[in-house]
């Protein structure tokens, strides 16, 4: 039997066997990473290799730089994860690896790797989009969750309420008609002279926030689940470029506070309705600006009095890592989907 005929009978097996191991690997972005995933809960190691320092450089990710930075790291990731997992390639029942959405050449070092070990391993290849995948970080921060929930997906590349169905079934709600959350956050914090990545710099600036800072903004789209954040982004920049050229003075940490405040309020105002008009009891959020405190500590608030339970991913699964892709592939491979051959390509996006 040749590679793929192997490969798509251990497929058909592992959708009933016991307990799945699985080797996943994600680069479509800055981070390389490997985990070793079992039976979708639990992981066995999660190693994160970040160029945060590099890209901080030069204001934000270089995709180049990110794929070279891939290929120099991929090796030594991949032997550090099965270290930590005590366990070997051997032990691997199916070699997981992000497709898209995210950067081009990044994501094609993760898959061509991860391509080479399945054939090598003769195991299944499993194709898993980046955004699932996020979703899939919550099933290892709880242990309890299960579908269906409403999810607020907040990462740097998508911005959107998605109603979760079953594992692998998944409902497009809203989704931002411009930027992206998180690329709000990095561009008001570059305009503020504040590092890559913008998020994380925002929060901690804005904690000294005193005054309520009035952009030129209204919130647009209130009747739809549908976001717009490019009217704040360019509200938030147009005053501090006024300010600047009148030689005015002006508090970055009260901007960083009330920009902050309006995102979050946004986010959690057309959230909240969601889960009202939908009669959806549960709700999980996913994606790198689910790392901040403040939309963290609203959306508690909203979900304490509205007697929603709350999932929140633990804050090291918020950003990009290989074990949120591990966990979905597993059910991915319950589901039978995802199977994929060697002539896996990347993809720029994809949709929910
Ligand atoms: O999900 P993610 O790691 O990557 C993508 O899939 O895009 O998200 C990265 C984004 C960046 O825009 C970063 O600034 C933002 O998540 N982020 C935060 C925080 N931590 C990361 N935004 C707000 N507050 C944070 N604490
Ligand atoms: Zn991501």
Redesign the pocket.
């Known amino acids: 039997m040749n590679y793929l005929e192997i490969a798509k009978e251990k497929y058909e097996k592992l959708k009933t066997q016991r307990d799945v191991t699985i080797l996943a690997i994600e680069s479509?972005?800055d981070e390389t990473s490997i985990a070793v995933v079992k039976n979708g809960r639990q992981v066995l190691s999660n190693i994160v290799s970040s160029q945060i320092d590099i890209h901080r450089l030069f204001g934000g990710v270089v995709p180049e730089v990110a794929s070279r930075n891939h290929i120099k790291n991929i090796v030594a990731v991949l032997e550090e994860s099965l270290k930590a997992s005590n366990l070997s390639l051997k032990d691997m029942d199916a070699v997981a690896v992000t497709y898209g959405a995210g950067l081009i050449g990044a994501l094609l070092v993760g898959i061509n790797f991860a391509k080479t070990l399945a054939y090598a391993l003769k195991v299944p290849l499993i194709a898993v989009s980046?955004v699932h995948g996020?979703i899939g970080a919550n099933y290892i921060s709880h242990l309890d969750l299960e579908p269906p929930f409403l999810c607020l997906m907040v990462?740097?590349?998508?911005t959107a309420l998605i109603d979760v169905q079953n594992y692998c079934r998944f409902h497009l709600i809203g989704s931002t008609v411009d930027d992206?959350v998180?690329?709000c956050?990095?561009k008001v914090?570059r305009v503020l002279g504040l590092p890559y990545?913008?998020?994380?710099a925002?929060?901690k600036m804005a904690q000294d926030g005193k005054n309520v800072v009035k952009f030129n903004y209204k919130t647009p789209l209130k009747d739809t689940y549908n976001f717009s954040f490019s009217g704040l982004k360019t509200a938030v920049v147009n005053f501090v470029h006024n300010k600047e050229q009148k030689h005015e003075e002006f508090s970055k940490s009260d901007i960083a506070c009330s920009f902050q405040e309006l995102v979050t309020d946004e986010l959690c105002t057309k959230t909240m309705r969601a889960c009202k008009e939908l009669k959806q009891k549960k709700l999980v959020v996913a994606?790198?600006?689910g790392?901040?405190?403040r939309?963290r500590e609203k959306l508690q608030d909203y979900c304490t009095k509205n007697n929603i339970k709350l999932y929140l991913p633990a804050l090291k699964y918020?950003?990009?890592n290989a074990a949120m892709i591990g966990a979905i592939a597993y059910y991915y491979i319950k589901a039978g989907i995802g199977f994929a051959d060697l002539t896996l390509t990347a993809k720029p996006t994809v949709s929910i």
């Open positions: 479509s972005c980046h996020h990462s740097g590349g998508h992206s998180g690329e956050f990095d914090a990545p913008g998020g994380p925002i929060q994606g790198g600006v790392a901040n405190s939309l918020c950003t990009d």
